[in-house]
């Protein structure tokens, strides 16, 4: 195994030595499967010729252009496996097993690795059932490249507690029924705990009740202390909820806005705001469910995972919820529905 280097250059002159050791055993035709319509173009002076194999160090996105403004394919959990065709620049041309097609990486989240298992490029079995929905995996569980309890199919661990989004069930090699990620990857169906279905609620009179009242569900916020969320139908209150809210210079905004889109699982990055990730103030949260933004500046309700300040300061102008009630709200409200918040 080659050792990981300090500089990009150092990798590319490591990785074209074992290329020119490996080359003299091996032949093989490098994979030319785009993933855009546009072929990436590779410097003929960067290119490699064999197979060069690496995984990525981080969460990594793939991007159609060697440009952090190009086009993005998808992301990828770290360890994932990449061959490596070429260089432009700081960045990596790179095959994706998983998809058979090509894009480019940053070179700075690459480390050499030994080839993947031919389950990497193995083709999805039949889907059983189309799903969507949001769990979470109930203990430490292996992530595979493919449904089986064959130790070589798996490539990376998700820890107890990790969000995931399942699209489908499949049946496993092994008899058994497994989940398909969002991501494309499978973990057994035993492996993933769901929320239950919201039972009626019973309101909570200690709540503060809303200013007027809108048709069909709807949101409203109090932000005097402690902040409460309440669900409407109608004028009726139907569920009420202590709210993480925004402090300081970014306080949650005050008004009657709409929601205008939502995500079910979502990255959240400070960096798409303005504030780098490693600067006071920057975050970059993975997992983050059933977001649903009401201001084309990033402000959502959504499932708070790394903070319990519930009805106090706490968010960059966000409305923070515990799991059980961001999922009650997300079933609840929708595109369209009126989120009021005031004093």
């Not at 300090?6 to 993933?35: D, E, N, W, Y």
């Not at 009657?256 to 705001?273: C, P, Q, W």
């Amino acid at each position: 195994m080659l050792q990981w280097p300090v500089s990009i250059q150092a990798v590319r002159r490591q990785l074209l030595l074992f290329l020119a050791c490996t080359l003299v055993l091996s032949g093989g035709a490098v994979p030319t499967h785009a993933q855009s319509a546009s072929e990436p173009a590779v410097p003929a002076t960067e290119a490699l010729e064999g197979p060069v194999w690496a995984v990525v160090t981080d969460s990594t996105t793939l991007r159609s252009q060697p440009d952090d403004g190009a086009e993005t394919f998808a992301t990828l959990r770290p360890l994932a496996p990449l061959q490596i065709l070429g260089y432009a620049g700081d960045w990596a041309y790179v095959y994706n097993p998983r998809t058979k097609g090509t894009a480019y990486v940053s070179s700075a989240v690459l480390a050499p690795a030994d080839p993947p298992s031919s389950y990497a490029e193995a083709d999805p079995p039949p889907v059983q059932a189309e799903l969507e929905r949001n769990g979470w995996v109930a203990q430490d569980t292996p992530l595979a490249f493919y449904p089986t309890a064959d130790p070589a199919a798996a490539y990376t661990e998700l820890p107890a507690g990790a969000a995931v989004e399942v699209t489908a069930r499949v049946d496993g090699d092994d008899g058994q029924d497994w989940y398909r990620t969002a991501d494309g990857d499978y973990l057994p169906v035993s492996a993933v705990d769901f929320p239950s279905p919201p039972a009626t609620p019973v309101f909570s009179a200690a709540a503060p009740t809303a200013r007027q009242t809108y048709g069909g569900n709807w949101i409203d916020v109090n932000l005097n202390l402690p902040a409460h969320l309440t669900a409407y139908a109608g004028s009726t209150p139907v569920r009420s909820m202590l709210v993480i809210i925004g402090r300081g210079p970014m306080a949650t905004p005050t008004g009657t806005f709409s929601i205008l889109r939502r995500v079910a699982n979502e990255t959240m990055d400070s960096a798409t705001v303005g504030i780098p990730r490693n600067s006071a103030g920057g975050y970059y949260l993975t997992g983050v469910l059933f977001t649903q933004y009401f201001l084309p500046g990033g402000q959502s309700i959504h499932y708070n995972y790394w903070s319990s300040n519930w009805g106090y300061p706490g968010s960059h102008g966000c409305l923070g919820l515990s799991y059980s009630d961001a999922a009650y709200v997300w079933n609840f409200v929708g595109v369209g529905s009126t989120v009021a918040i005031h004093y």
